[in-house]
């Protein structure tokens, strides 16, 4: 099983619509966990942290699952500016070391 | 303003050439790191560093070699014992011991072996 895991898709959805990705990690001891938004060749840019209590940043919702190992992003209103790839995040504190994962993202394309 | 600058942006590389790829930091951050990143998919991790004049190998540290003789800068070599370098190449930094932040990337450099 993969460390992190998420669907690569596409996703491809109208404006306005709302989309929810899953991402899942097999590490129970994670620590913190972030999602990551990266355009086409270009850098990835932190979207945001991912708290066990959940956390909302505008039209954008993040929550953590311990029992089942996944995070989730849920985008409300999706707009054609949220096209870009959506990277899971899972840092984790061994020995001192930070150790960070990264998914391989999933693909949104939000059309008119 | 703090931020990660990576130089060149882009850069050409014949068959047999070493070359390095510049990463700078003025966050103080002490931990930096190399990524690599292939079409389609994720980010694996060449080397990385948490304090001056270490540095671990990563999971594909095959054909890199880098140093960190200074807080601020993290440079990459690809040597010609990298077979197949051509890739987008990430420098990022974060603070040591925190898992609050994530990590800051610079713009990356888009290495092609010609």
């Known amino acids: 099983r993969k460390e992190v895991e998420q669907d690569p898709g596409p996703f491809n959805v109208p404006e306005g619509a709302t989309v929810a990705f899953n991402c899942t990690y097999s590490?129970?001891?994670?620590?913190?966990f972030f999602w990551y938004r990266q355009d086409c060749r270009k850098e990835p840019k932190l979207l945001m942290s991912?708290?066990?209590s959940g956390n909302e940043d505008g039209r954008f919702t993040a929550q953590l699952n311990r029992a089942s190992q996944y995070i989730s992003l849920l985008i409300r209103d999706s707009k054609l500016s949220d096209s870009a790839t959506y990277l899971c995040v899972v840092n984790d504190l061994t020995g001192g070391y930070q150790k960070v994962t990264f998914g391989t993202g999933t693909k949104l394309q939000v059309i008119p | 303003d703090g931020g990660i600058t990576q130089s060149p942006k882009y850069l050409f590389r014949k068959e047999g050439q070493n070359v390095t790829l510049s990463c700078e930091q003025n966050l103080n951050h002490d931990a930096m790191y190399w990524y690599r990143q292939d079409p389609g998919q994720g980010l694996r991790l060449i080397y990385y560093s948490q304090i001056v004049n270490d540095f671990q190998k990563g999971d594909i540290a095959e054909g890199y070699s880098v140093s960190r003789e200074k807080k601020e800068s993290f440079p990459l070599t690809v040597t010609s014992a990298q077979k197949n370098p051509t890739a987008f190449y990430l420098c990022?930094?974060?603070?040591?011991?925190?898992?609050?932040?994530?990590?800051?990337f610079g713009s990356g450099t888009r290495l092609t072996v010609v």
């Open positions: 991912v708290y066990s």
């Open positions: 590490n129970s001891a994670s620590q913190s």
């Open positions: 990022a930094s974060s603070i040591v011991g925190s898992l609050t932040y994530g990590y800051t």
